[in-house]
């Protein structure tokens, strides 16, 4: 602070002698803006696709504006108020399972006392991240099939008496996007809460244990508190990531079936846009999609600030 | 599958073992029986989950390896987990003799590793910039660039950009455009500034300029962190797909494993499992349920090979990187 403000105070001719000294930097920087320029803020410039009725043909100087008739358009279209619906809703119950079986399971692994144990578990924990995808998707499609080893148990255990199809039923599937979340990312999740855990002073377990606490109650009162600014961190960097969880996976599992309930914001983007070529419509959808997104971190930020919990900006 | 669990027993005995002790030994300061009732309880219910999350992660992928090995028709029958039944490495022949995979592997090889190469350089030499002191844009540059992580143009637009520059059907659209993240630059200017400045200011008065520094004294130091970054961007690359459906579909030359796969994919899904045989390769012991899991494990084995040995770095980048940016 008192450097900028000294800075601030410099004579015309010491900072040309800064400009100078730092043309390197300066040169590099002025490369870097220029690439930003192109690939982050031009393509904000396409927004204005979003009022007109843009045609390829005519490009984006020549089309004509529509004011906003996309947007009309689509919040009279009953397809996209359900699309809203499903990546709302697979966004927030994703955001709520990934969040409760990581912190879960980053407290219980840390009560594993047997470091080997606990290293390998670590380890295997975070197989599943680094899988794509597509190959989650097959896996869980392997597992859900109808020989595979979900529907083998629920006959073996009598609770059904045939194998369910299971991605033919709407009501299942958000049930297992969820746990394709939970299955390729409670490990990695995990690793920041264990950070966490290990920075908390050990004793205060001691005193805990001097008190007659078991592990329980240490975990109650002390590592849950101890992580808490940590959550509290991470839940605001993953508000505005809500509508951001809803495309892979709905899009390699989703089929004419179940597409009431699997189709995302995306997805609608992805399908008027290119497929059906209405590149004015999907960047309407596009562009609510960016402002509520936005509106949703302001708001974790306001809510963060008012509880005098840590804030991103 | 007896093996595997026998080793998870063992593990948990061993846990259990060393468990006991310290219990035993506070046992005098507690001595409190209820309590330790409670907590041994507890160790029983943890070695539960543990194993519980053990096996449920694994399983699956381990599933997937077996129907790699199993011949594809006996496959149909299911009832297939760990061990293949019927074995055959047929699924494998017939994977490693389509044009388009291996095709999309070197693709895929390729752009991971010009792709990693170049995002290392550009974001540390960025996050360099940012992270001096002095230099006169500073927090302009910074705020610029924190910018593109909340607000991007999104699909259409980007589509068309690309399409303007030419990069569309084109190898260089999976390593241009995301060369520069945000994310990355901030992990590597967090780490750039918790070095201790005497270093260059020696440098400095040996007359080094900043690109000497930045090459010779703070690259060096930053070993690590640039392991973090090339990790976390060589996953990406190798991951994704959806680039090569959007902006090289009419390409085949451009093809990606990742992509491959998904047809691969999709197209056990539309047959939901029935046991057609892939015809084209004129082998019928084949299924698309087993060549696309020899698909997957092909895909999938650089990755399970390395990420065990890249662990510490991955720890230290995410927790640089949850640090307030």
New interface residues.
């Given amino acids: 602070m008192k ?1 900028s403000k000294k800075e601030n105070n410099m004579s015309v001719s010491a ?1 040309r002698k ?2 100078v000294k ?1 043309r ?3 040169i ?2 002025a490369v ?2 220029v ?2 320029l ?10 204005v ?1 979003a009022f007109q009725n843009y045609k390829p043909k005519t490009g984006l100087l020549h089309s004509k504006f529509v004011g906003l008739g996309k947007f009309q358009f689509l919040f009279e279209d009953q397809t996209f108020l359900k699309v809203i619906r499903n990546t709302l809703c697979m966004g927030i119950l994703n955001l709520v399972c990934t969040f409760v079986m990581a912190i879960l ?1 980053a407290i ?2 840390n ?4 470091r ?2 606990k290293k ?2 670590q ?6 991240h ?6 989650v ?7 859900l ?5 979900i529907n ?1 148990l629920l006959v073996k255990a009598h609770i059904i008496s045939s194998p369910i ?1 299971f ?1 033919s039923v709407p009501e299942l599937f958000w049930p297992i996007v969820a746990f394709a979340n939970i ?1 390729k990312e ?2 990695w999740n995990a ?2 809460y264990l ?1 966490a855990i290990t920075s908390i002073d050990p004793s205060l377990y001691e005193a805990a ?2 008190d ?1 606490a ?3 109650a240490k975990i109650k009162y002390i590592t849950l508190p101890g992580i808490r600014p ?1 959550i509290m ?2 839940l605001l960097m993953n508000i ?1 990531n809500i509508l951001n969880a809803g495309f ?1 996976i709905q899009y ?1 599992l989703g ?1 004419g079936l179940i597409k009431n309930v699997s189709d995302t914001i ?1 997805i609608y ?2 399908t008027w ?2 497929s059906q070529s209405d ?1 004015s419509l ?2 309407a959808a ?2 609510f ?2 402002v509520v ?2 509106i949703l ?1 302001v708001i974790a930020n306001g809510v963060a600030k008012r509880t005098g919990e ?1 804030r ?1 900006f | 599958m007896e093996n595997k669990e026998n080793l998870e027993l063992e ?2 005995i ?2 259990e073992s ?2 006991t002790e ?1 219990v035993v030994l ?1 046992k005098g ?2 001595s ?1 029986k209820k ?1 330790i009732t ?2 041994t309880l ?2 029983i219910c ?1 070695t539960i ?2 194993i519980l ?2 096996v ?6 381990l ?2 390896v077996a ?1 790699s090995f199993n011949d594809g028709t006996d496959a ?4 297939i ?1 760990l061990i293949p039944r019927k074995f055959s490495i047929k699924n494998y022949t017939v994977v490693l003799h389509m044009q388009n995979i291996i095709t999309g592997a070197i693709v895929t090889v390729a752009r991971t590793v010009i792709g990693t190469l170049l995002a290392l350089v ?1 974001n540390a ?2 996050a360099y ?1 940012i992270s ?6 500073k927090s302009q ?1 910074s705020l ?2 924190v ?2 992580m ?12 690309y399409k303007t ?1 030419g990069l569309t059907n084109s190898f260089w659209v999976y390593v241009i ?1 995301g ?2 993240s945000a994310f990355n630059v901030l992990v590597l200017r967090t780490y750039m500034q918790g070095l201790p400045e005497a270093l260059e200011d020696a440098a400095k008065i040996d007359g080094a ?3 000497t520094i930045f090459v010779k004294v703070i690259s060096p130091l930053c070993k690590p962190v640039y392991a973090t970054v090339a990790l976390f961007v060589a ?1 990406g690359q ?5 680039d090569a459906m ?1 902006y090289n579909r009419m390409k085949t030359e451009y093809t990606t494993l ?1 992509y491959e ?2 047809k691969l ?2 197209s ?2 539309q047959q ?2 029935s046991a057609t045989s892939v015809n084209a390769a004129n082998v019928s012991t084949v299924t698309p ?1 087993t060549v ?2 020899a698909a ?1 494990v092909i ?2 084995l650089p ?2 090979c390395l ?2 040995f890249l ?1 510490r770095y ?2 230290a980048g ?2 640089i990187g ?1 640090v ?2």
């Fill in positions: 450097r900072t800064n400009f730092q390197v930097l300066l590099w920087a870097f803006m690439y930003g192109v690939f982050y803020y031009i393509p904000l410039g396409g927004w696709m399971f219980l692994l009560e594993v006392r047997s080997l144990a390998t578990i380890t295997i924990s975070y197989l599943p680094f899988l794509s995808w597509i190959i998707t097959g896996i869980l499609h392997d597992a099939s109808a020989n595979g080893i083998e199809s991605f299955w409670t490990g690793i920041i950070a244990a001097i007659g078991g592990r329980w940590t961190i991470l505005g892979e390699l089929n995306d983007v992805l846009g290119i590149y999907g960047t596009g562009i999609k960016s997104a936005i971190i840590e991103l | 593990m948990d061993s846990q060393e468990i310290p506070s300061v507690k409190k309590g409670a907590d507890f160790v943890n989950f543990m999350f053990v449920i992660t694994l399983y699956p992928v599933n997937t129907l149909v029958r299911g009832g987990h550009a030499l960025l910039i001096r002191k002095e230099f006169l844009f540059l610029f660039w910018i593109t909340y607000v991007n143009g999104g699909l259409i637009p980007v589509l068309l950009l520059l455009p060369m520069v300029g900043y690109m996953v190798w991951n994704s797909w959806f959007i990742q796969l998904m994919l999709s056990v899904m939901s499992g349920v696309r899991s997957t895909t999938m990755i399970i990420y065990p662990q991955f720890v995410l927790t949850g307030k940016g």
